[in-house]
């Protein structure tokens, strides 16, 4: 499907890459439901969505809420015009021991990360039906695979949304509804500069693998949607080490090993 001039639900659209992926959809002209916890900064982007000549509608809610996320698919239908494309992209970052992880902070990770991408889905999953032809489009991490030190939590709920993806893509298959991923490297957003800092990821990507940009991340998502979907890494130094990882796990292991891989 050629993602143009539809109606479009984006979580976590307030800044980061939910914002870059809006106003992406604005040059698009694209009706955009834009969805988080903080009214002020959608307005904000709201208004450059306008004015790039999208159009927008400002809707709040917490998406590990799934009650919330109903109301929300609900309004976000009848606001753009029915929803062709929903955009699953809220999430936060952890970084610490894996072994003993602050109980609150595992809840609240898996319960944004994972099921806040289940309820999205779920909530919109009608209203996507409803179209001949549909799709969803989700923002895991390179997290999901590869390991690094610190980086269990969040990489555990960015594994539990690839897994379940591939489940659903393969039950949508042949529905008209395309389900589609990217697992990016360290991007260029708050999550990496306030949240877990760059210093932190594993020596080997900070030297090999360069930091995307916001609006990089958001173009591949899209592209992903329009080509039929799927899983895809970016950057493709990324892809490299990953596929090796996959490929050689035991040698990969121990150069994580020797090289650091991440502090706690
Ligand atoms: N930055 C990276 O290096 C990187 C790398 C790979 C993958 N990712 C993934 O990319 C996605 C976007 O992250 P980002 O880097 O753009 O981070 P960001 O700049 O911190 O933006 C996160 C967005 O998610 C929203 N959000 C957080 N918790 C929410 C909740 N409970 N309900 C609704 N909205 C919520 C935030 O809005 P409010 O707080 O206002 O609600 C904000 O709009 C995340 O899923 C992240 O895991 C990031």
């Not at 929300?72 to 970052?93: C, D, F, H, M, Y």
Request: with cysteine; net charge positive; proline share 5%.
């Amino acid at each position: 499907m050629r993602i143009g001039s539809v109606g479009v639900l984006v979580t976590g659209a307030s800044r980061g890459i939910g914002k870059a992926l809006a106003l992406e959809l604005a040059v698009r002209r694209c009706q955009v439901a834009l969805v988080s916890r903080n009214v002020d900064e959608l307005e904000l982007v709201a208004r450059e969505v306008r004015d790039l000549g999208g159009q927008a509608a400002v809707l709040l809610a917490d998406v590990a809420d799934p009650e919330a996320m109903e109301e929300v698919a609900r309004q976000a239908a009848s606001r753009v015009g029915g929803l062709q494309v929903v955009i699953a992209n809220a999430g936060v970052g952890f970084h610490g021991e894996s072994d003993v992880p602050p109980a609150a902070e595992v809840a609240r990770v898996l319960s944004v990360n994972f099921l806040g991408v289940v309820n999205t889905i779920r909530a919109t999953a009608p209203y996507l039906r409803a179209e001949g032809s549909s799709a969803i489009g989700v923002v895991s991490s390179l997290s999901a695979l590869i390991p690094y030190r610190g980086g269990g939590v969040y990489a555990g709920s960015k594994a539990a949304v690839c897994a379940y993806l591939s489940c659903l893509r393969l039950e949508l298959r042949g529905s008209g509804v395309t389900v589609g991923w990217v697992c990016p490297g360290p991007v260029a957003t708050g999550m990496i500069v306030d949240g877990v800092p760059h210093q932190k990821l594993p020596p080997l990507a900070r030297l090999a693998v360069p930091i995307l940009t916001p609006e990089k991340v958001a173009k591949t998502l899209l592209r992903v949607l329009e080509r039929g979907g799927g899983g895809k890494v970016i950057p493709w130094q990324a892809a490299f080490f990953a596929s090796f990882y996959r490929h050689f796990p035991r040698l990969a292991e121990t150069l994580l090993h020797i090289t650091g891989a991440g502090s706690t």
